[in-house]
């Protein structure tokens, strides 16, 4: 039911055939802004029929709190919807944050990977105010096996380097375990407020089943970001997912210049790929 500051349809993505519609704000019982998600089906697909996740949720781990916002970031292709809580509590750490990979095709559905930065595998240490999750983008990695792996780009835009507050930081991190699992950031050259992984979206073209296949590069948002001395003037960088480094390969900002709080990068669009087509 629409109920005032729900938020329906903050964040959109794609999923085979549908949406999935992020309501980060909405109540789930006495839970405030505890976050859904909808996913709505073409007339064509599944009936047209629709319905809400939540982390209630049957299959779905963790529980609905207070706060949560479920839903704040959003990724999605075939029949798998990635969803980010960034602001889920990890026992008595505010704001860690947490993500969601959900099979939507599996009756009842189910996560398929449910982690944060507790979890087996996943680099880094979870602390108050992180808000990993707070962007989310799926794509794929063809390992040296040659095999073909769901990967998770998962920002953490308030993400603290040493005493650099708010640095931020993005993790790629191969599902099941079968990869490697890495934390970018941009070391010394970090800079308080910069909020590194606020947004993430992939550079389409880049995905091909071929041996010498590569790892879709990543489109990241540091909106926070200031250009000399101009505060949250924001940045979109290219950078490459597959090194150890934060590989920048380009950068760009608002063509007409540098205005303070402009925070160009807030919001990046998500592309769709098929690592099964031709």
């Known amino acids: 039911a629409a109920e005032p500051g ?42 047209g029929r629709s319905y809400g996740i939540n ?22 292709f075939n029949n798998v919807a990635v969803v980010g809580v960034p602001r889920e509590d990890l026992g008595s750490i505010r704001n860690a944050g947490t993500v969601h990979a959900i099979e939507l095709e599996e009756h009842p559905i189910r996560d398929i990977q449910y982690f944060n930065q507790n979890s087996a595998g996943v680099p880094g240490t979870p602390e108050a105010g992180d808000r990993f999750g707070a962007s989310v983008q799926l794509y794929t990695e063809q ?11 998962v920002g953490a835009p308030g993400e603290d380097l040493g ?37 993430i979206g992939l550079l389409s073209g880049d995905v091909r089943i071929v041996p010498d296949e590569r790892v879709p590069r990543l489109v ?7 250009i000399g001395s101009v505060p949250n003037a924001g940045v979109v960088e290219v950078v490459d997912p597959i090194g150890y480094a934060l ?23 998500k592309t769709a790929f098929c690592w099964l087509c031709d």
């Open 143 to 153: 390992l040296s096996n040659g095999r073909i792996s769901l990967g998770y780009a």
């Open 55 to 76: 982390e209630n949720t049957p299959g779905i781990g963790g529980a609905a709190e207070s706060g949560d916002r479920f839903g704040a970031a959003l990724s999605g």
């Open 6 to 47: 729900d938020r329906f349809g903050q964040v959109l993505a794609p999923v085979d055939g549908g949406v999935l519609i992020g309501q980060p704000r909405e109540d789930v019982g006495a839970m405030v802004d505890a976050g859904m998600v909808t996913v709505m089906y073409r007339p064509d697909v599944n009936g």
């Open 220 to 226: 990241v948002g540091s909106p926070g970001e200031a």
């Open 247 to 269: 590989n920048i390969e380009s950068s760009y900002t608002l063509s007409t210049g540098s205005h303070a709080g402009t925070r160009y990068g807030s919001v990046i669009s």
């Open 163 to 199: 005493t650099v507050a708010n640095a931020g930081s993005i993790t790629t991190y191969v599902g099941n375990h079968v990869g490697p699992s890495r934390v970018y950031h941009r070391g010394p050259n970090a800079r308080p407020g910069d909020a590194l992984g606020a947004a």
